[in-house]
């Protein structure tokens, strides 16, 4: 069966310092790769997805950028962390097969406060 | 972009009553997809249902693309289901982007 992890789980970082969340996905091949942000509690935000390695669309212009450097690794990264990057990331996938019509895994997601 | 709205914002009900779960959607899509988060942030996929009906369990769902709306019925509530359920749709054309709506915060009293 297919998982996917993400790390870390909380995050304190001071602003102006760099970020780094990891995610990879175990028991499949080729998966489209997405990174969502949770604000408030409520409503999710695409903020990044990509159909393979090296290939990364991004949805809004931010602080942030992600790279895929393995076929089921997807990083998400920050030069300078703002205050307003706090929130609740999370890293999801769906098959390669289906881009049109496959369901969407989530991994735990990583709560990131920016003091 | 698509727009997608979902009511009632927050609904608390008893313990072993049934609930209703309204999405709408502005526009035609070929991706409709249910999510349950628990307490704890954990998102959990409940549905992937562009039109049709399912059911899992005391969970069903049914979508009426032509008339843009799904609805996600529980029955007989449990504690267990207490969270915020989020409707997901993505149009026909281009790659799978969903759009989430902003969630029903449910809680279940015992």
């Known amino acids: 069966s297919q998982t996917i992890h993400q790390w870390p789980a909380t995050l304190v970082q001071p602003v102006g310092s760099p970020l780094s969340l990891e995610c990879t996905v175990e028991g499949t091949s080729n998966p489209n790769l997405y990174w969502y942000r949770q604000a408030a509690g409520r409503g999710l935000q695409l903020l990044f997805y990509s159909v393979g390695i090296g290939q990364i669309s991004s949805e809004v212009p931010q602080n942030l950028s992600a790279s895929r450097p393995q076929d089921r690794q997807f990083i998400l990264s920050s030069k300078k962390l703002l205050l307003s990057d706090s929130g609740f990331y999370l890293c999801a996938w769906s098959p390669r097969g289906g881009a049109y019509n496959s369901p969407l895994h989530f991994g735990n997601g990583t709560r990131l406060t920016v003091t | 972009g698509i727009q997608v709205e979902q009511s009632p914002p927050d609904l608390i009900l008893q313990e072993g009553a049934n609930s209703t779960l309204r999405c709408n959607f502005s526009d035609s899509v070929n991706n409709l997809q249910w999510f349950h988060q628990n307490p704890w942030g954990q998102l959990i996929n409940l549905f992937y249902?562009?039109?049709g009906t399912k059911q899992n369990g005391r969970l069903s769902a049914t979508t009426v693309a032509t008339e843009r709306y799904s609805l996600l019925y529980i029955s007989s509530s449990q504690t267990t289901d207490s969270g915020v359920y989020f409707c997901?749709?993505?149009?026909?054309?281009?790659?799978?982007?969903?759009?989430f709506g902003t969630g029903t915060r449910l809680l279940v009293s015992p």
């Open positions: 997901a749709a993505s149009m026909n054309t281009g790659f799978q982007k969903l759009v």
């Open positions: 249902i562009p039109s």
